[in-house]
């Protein structure tokens, strides 16, 4: 199988992009963003793209691989409608867009988040962004798509959120997640059973197209 990663540069991205290299059914990873990742493996090709607004400078080059992995996400914080809809929404159906039109027998999954409004009409601004994105890459047509809703995730693998406010929770509130995980076991994930769910449910498909923790939890099994 061979699969594209984004966003490899901040935590999520870079702990699937870790599970995909590790894994012995992906014979190839293409890492694409903005700048290079640093990092260098026999499975690894990277594709260092400035505008997320449009692909199809780049189609050739999306060609031939089975999964699309869209890791890459900005936070809401401090930031207006407009300019949040652009890096949330714009370049996610930009990707969707194209990988599909040179792989439309694939498999292209969205990392969500927990609390996304699939009715795109609620009072929280990030969560109509994102169930607008969801939806509109639910429905191009892919073999499979899927949206992933993790909640809290706990990076392993040595990886560092680059969100400098999740450092801070992480430092500061690690014992908080951990008991989380002890009272609501199905809510928290890891970066490598979030890796893990991505691989296995691009090879076996999952009857719902909304994954929670809990199918996350099931499917790195």
């Not at 040179?102 to 927990?114: A, H, K, M």
Request: overall charge positive.
């Amino acid at each position: 199988m061979k699969v594209i990663v984004t966003g490899a540069s901040g935590m999520v991205g870079k702990g699937v992009l870790l599970e995909c290299l590790d894994h012995k059914d992906i014979t190839e990873v293409l890492s694409i963003g903005r700048k290079s990742i640093g990092l260098e493996h026999t499975k690894l090709k990277e594709l260092i793209h400035k505008d997320f607004s449009e692909f199809d400078s780049v189609l050739e080059q999306l060609s031939g691989y089975d999964a699309c992995y869209h890791c890459m996400g900005v936070s809401a914080a401090s930031m207006k409608e407009e300019q949040y809809k652009i890096m949330t929404y714009d370049y996610s159906i930009a990707l969707a867009k194209s990988f599909h039109s040179v792989n439309p027998i694939s498999t292209f999954i969205y990392v969500s988040g927990q609390g996304t409004d699939s009715s795109e009409k609620g009072r929280s601004m990030w969560a109509r962004v994102k169930g607008k994105t969801e939806n509109d890459i639910l429905n191009l047509g892919f073999k499979q798509a899927f949206a992933f809703r993790p909640g809290a995730i706990i990076p392993l693998r040595g990886i560092k959120p680059s969100s400098k406010v999740y450092r801070v929770m992480i430092n500061n509130l690690g014992w908080f997640i951990k008991l989380l995980k002890k009272l609501w076991p199905n809510s928290v994930v890891n970066t490598t059973q979030l890796g893990l769910a991505m691989i296995n449910i691009s090879k076996k498909g999952h009857p719902h197209n909304i994954i929670n923790p809990k199918d996350m939890l099931e499917l790195a099994e």
